[in-house]
Structures are given as structure tokens and as C-alpha cells.
């Protein structure tokens, strides 16, 4: 009797924990606890050369079908999400940088001196998540486009050294539309020690919009059974 009565307990603690597993505010509270004490710089970013990415016409081809789709990945202990940023959001990195709004999102430029046309937005991608892949969207206002830029930088919070994670190089011709995508190798997100953000750095005159910039992560959830099962052991 005893047995039956603490099997129904840990079923009804399973139902449970099952039910409220899905608050995403839970899950930070059991994990985002700030790392305290002296720090140092780990050793765990990625080699931080500019890797040059030749980006081709989409021929037809629409920006959904470069993209992962969620049904298509199976249930495991972490689920997958994006995290979007329209190319208007991104904010001048100088106030004296002219620029306008390109229309579907995007932001361009017009100047033309030695200003660099800088534009910076901030990464609030979930702690302890898996960076996986970047989508980045363009429009090509002439033939023969210069290079722009996208990096990631990280900033920690203690030391206030900043760190490049990621640099790219983005060559391109022909007029139109433009998409591409880049692993970005299963960096894991620090949030308790660190701040994230992108840049963006469009070519001299007025050559490009930028318009999207997404990343794909994987996102840890909790187990319910973590509780449970030693319950059911006993």
C-alpha cells in the first residue's frame, strides 16, 4: 500500500512538472545565477580571423528556404529558435553618420567620406544557448557593390575587455536581392559575464541596404523528470 501510495505521488509530481515545464521564465530562474568572484578571459572563442563569404543570386530561390525549419527538428533537451533583427533596427555607431530607411527593412547610406557607415545592435539571446547558424539579407543597388562587414562581438562584464567572435567579409555583384547563411559552430552563450552585440559596416556611397540579420539557436529547456525520478527509486 505504501508503494502504491508513493508511485501515485510521483505520477501527480510528473503531471506537474510536465504541465509548468513549458515557462520559460522557470528554467532562467534555475539557471541564469551570475558567476561571482575574479575573473579571467576563458580560452573558449573561436579563432576570430575575417572569413570572406562570395554571396550569389537567390535564382528564384525564396529566404525561407535557406533557413532551418522548426517542425523539421526532432524534440531533444533543448529547443530550437531565431532571434530577428530588421537591417532599421541597427543604430548609427556615429550621430553624425547619415542614413535612411531603404524600405522591406532595410537601412542604407549615402555617405561618402571617410566616415565608416557603422551600425550596431544588441544580441538578448537566452544564457547557456547554443549559437548555431547566421542568416544576413541584402539589396544590391548597383552592378558592382563594395565589400560591408558583420562581426559579433562580446564584452566582459568584469575585465571590460571586448572580444571578436566572428568576422565575415561580404562580396557580392550584380543587382537584387541577396542571401547567405554561416555556421557559427556551437558557441555557447554567457550572459551572466558577458554582453553581446553585432556590427554592421556597409561599403562607401550609396551601393547597399542591409535588411535582415538572424541567428539560429538551440535554447537548453528543463527536464521534468529530474525531480520525479528519484521519487520512484525509492
Not at 578571459?41 to 528556404?65: C, F
Not at 565608416?116 to 548555431?132: E, H, W
Not at 562581426?151 to 550584380?174: A, M, Q, V
Request: charged content about 15%; some cysteine.
Amino acid at each position: 500500500m505504501k508503494n502504491k501510495t508513493m508511485l501515485l505521488i510521483s505520477i501527480i509530481l510528473i503531471v506537474f512538472l510536465i504541465a509548468t515545464s513549458h515557462n520559460p521564465q522557470v528554467v532562467q530562474a534555475e539557471e541564469q545565477t551570475p558567476e561571482t568572484g575574479s575573473y579571467t578571459i576563458a580560452d573558449e572563442a573561436p579563432e576570430t580571423q575575417t572569413d570572406i563569404i562570395e554571396v550569389k543570386e537567390l535564382e528564384g530561390q525564396g529566404w525561407e528556404s535557406l533557413k532551418l525549419k522548426l517542425e523539421d527538428i526532432p524534440m531533444a533537451a533543448d529547443k530550437s529558435n531565431y532571434y530577428s533583427i530588421p537591417g532599421v533596427a541597427f543604430i548609427a555607431h556615429d550621430s553624425s553618420l547619415s542614413y535612411y530607411n531603404a524600405a522591406h527593412g532595410c537601412i542604407g547610406s549615402t555617405q561618402n567620406d571617410d566616415l565608416q557607415k557603422t551600425f550596431v545592435a544588441p544580441l538578448t539571446i537566452p544564457y547557456n544557448s547554443k549559437l548555431q547558424t547566421l542568416y544576413f539579407k541584402f539589396f544590391n543597388f548597383v552592378e558592382s557593390p563594395g565589400d560591408f562587414y558583420i562581426t559579433i562581438f562580446r564584452n566582459h562584464f568584469y575585465s571590460g575587455d571586448t572580444e571578436t567572435l566572428y568576422s565575415w567579409t561580404i562580396k557580392s555583384t550584380g543587382t537584387g536581392w541577396r542571401a547567405s547563411s554561416v555556421g557559427l559552430g556551437d558557441h555557447i552563450v554567457n550572459t551572466s559575464i558577458y554582453a553581446y552585440w553585432a556590427e554592421i559596416k556597409l561599403a562607401k556611397g550609396n551601393h547597399q541596404g542591409f535588411c535582415h540579420f538572424q541567428i539560429y539557436y538551440r535554447e537548453p529547456i528543463a527536464n521534468p523528470f529530474a525531480v520525479a525520478v528519484p521519487i520512484i527509486q525509492k
